[in-house]
């Protein structure tokens, strides 16, 4: 297809003052939107400026994701961090240049938006080869690649020797990566960090896992990864999802429908792991919007001090009778609900002191 080189090149260089995260893995089921959600939600909390583009237009996963997110923040009236999301459709039309051309201006659009006002872009991609998915790993400051902790998954990087379990060769997936960083050396001489994410990990030490490690450990040198642990094999993560909650949410009794467990403390753990072991540049700067944020949400439903609002002492109630309505400032002092689009912006944090 023929896009002007300048465009291109402005896309593939990214917004550039965002840092973008990419989600990528030519195979479905790997915890890439879980892991994208997960993520994004963690640097929201570290108060920094996210922005979420859901390359996925079939599966939808991550959009689907945050408007479960939002129509529970309004069902529970409390207020929860949102990016700006973007889902960018995919071109229906029966030429496969025009719909590329279509798809590519609908993302460039998108990163338009985003760029300069964001401190993070994080982009979830499909479990297929597709023209944008590619221009994103090309994108990517930093690239992860969640991986089931299995060797039946393990081909999406390299091949394995089915009797000695020896690396021989490199898959269609890791051409595609080596591909996408000479070319975003090329654009702007940055190398992406591509980061390997064991998910699914057997709470239990196993033969597998420590077999999945030593092939991945060569497959490492060989390629140019790292590799890190990510998320355990753990239910919780399927059923934060009809609510589009987080292992970083609050998460009390209303929120999950039963009593928060050991899990949802290991999980939380194991995210936060995560999140440090990707080395993302957060700044100092988000760091203050975090600590006055979370103290904004504390305060926010925190019963208000009376004295703050009423300037006339009112005369006692009578033992039993129903309190009295809340005085107009009161109303006014409360935060507003969360704004109703599924891209909506968190609600105003105050000002970082
Ligand atoms: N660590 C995990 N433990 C349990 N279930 C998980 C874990 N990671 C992902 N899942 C579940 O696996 C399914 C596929 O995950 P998803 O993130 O949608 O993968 P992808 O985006 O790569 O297709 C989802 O049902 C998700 O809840
Ligand atoms: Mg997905």
Redesign the pocket.
Known sequence: MFIEPDRREAAQRGPLSAHVVV?G?E???????????HLAVALMKAGQRVATIDL?SR?Q??THYLERRRLWARKVAKPVEMPLHFCIARGEGLRIDENEAAEFGRFADAIAEIEHRHDFLVI?T??TDTYLSRLAHSMADTLVT?L?DSFLDFDVLGTVDPQTLEITGASHYAELVREARRQRRIVDGKVTDWVVVR???STLGSRNRRVVGEGLSTLARRLGFRFVE????????????PRGLTALDELDEAALGTKPSMSHVT?RL?VQGLVSSLMLPLDARGKKRAEARAEWFMSAFRPLDVDDVLVDEPAPEPAGADPAPLPALAQARRPAPPRSSATAAPPPPPPAR
Do not use: H, M, W
């Open positions: 989600l893995n195979k479905g089921g790997s915890g890439k939107s879980t892991t994208a959600i996925d599966q996963t991550l979830d499909p479990g969640p089931n998910n699914r990990l990510g998320f355990c094999e753990r239910v919780v993560y399927r059923e934060f999802f999980a194991e």
